[in-house]
């Protein structure tokens, strides 16, 4: 099994909403992170956890909340989104993390996303 | 300090000609290379991937690269396009010399006439 799943695909969210998005994986794989991709544009890194434990946080803000219940899942928590924040989010994971940084020792694998929409 | 620089936003082709998208890199180092392809609304999928072995990559599809120290380059070609293969392509280094540090390109569009 070489899948990272999303849920849910698509999310519209109004500004004062909490929801979650979801992230799984089966690989064994001990890093896992949440990029942010706007149109037209790459991805740009949010979070890296590594062995379960938050590792990296790009200076994201509060209203995005991250969380690992085990080595297969990584949620994020939204809570007073804002319309700019609307983008497709995605979920990866990669064999281990490089010490000291949130980069991947080998090949990322992409989950499909979650597209938000926040009103 | 490291980058990823690729050459064109947009790549026009028609189907059955060539493909090549260009990529250049900075590195103080001798860098992992990938290229990632993403389809609309979509996640992205690996293609290919350099990690100092053999300097010409073979990846999935029919796509290949080849790492040229010299040139800073590890451009992505295919011999022959299909429309399945219009898509957002991205160059990505991972520069141990930048702590492992993942770079993306700005990504390049490859459209395939019929």
């Known amino acids: 099994d070489t899948e990272v799943t999303q849920t849910p695909k698509h999310l519209v969210m109004g500004m004062t909403n909490k929801k979650s998005l979801k992230c799984e994986q089966h690989?064994?794989?001990?890093?896992m992170y949440w990029y942010k991709q706007k149109a037209k544009k790459p991805p740009e890194l949010m979070f890296v956890y590594s062995y379960e434990k938050l590792s990296i946080n790009e200076s994201v803000p509060s209203r995005f909340s991250p969380e690992c219940p085990n080595s297969s899942l990584l949620n994020l928590h939204l809570h007073a989104l804002q319309p700019e924040d609307s983008a497709l989010y995605l979920c990866a994971s990669s064999q281990e993390r490089a010490a000291g940084t949130g980069s991947p020792r080998g090949e990322l694998f992409f989950g499909e996303g979650s597209r938000l929409t926040v009103l | 300090a490291q980058s990823v620089t690729q050459l064109d936003s947009h790549v026009s082709v028609s189907e059955g000609t060539p493909v090549l998208l260009r990529c250049n890199y900075s590195s103080s180092y001798s860098p992992s290379l990938f290229w990632y392809v993403q389809h609309p609304n979509k996640g992205l999928q690996l293609l290919l991937k350099y990690t100092s072995a053999a300097t010409l990559v073979k990846g999935i599809n029919g796509f290949e690269a080849e790492f040229k120290k010299s040139e800073t380059s590890f451009h992505l070609t295919k011999p022959s396009a299909h429309m399945s293969d219009a898509a957002e392509y991205f160059c990505?280094?991972?520069?141990?010399?930048?702590?492992?540090?993942?770079?993306f390109g700005a990504g390049t569009r490859l459209f395939v006439k019929a």
């Open positions: 990505v280094v991972s520069d141990p010399g930048g702590g492992f540090k993942t770079i």
């Open positions: 690989m064994g794989h001990r890093a």
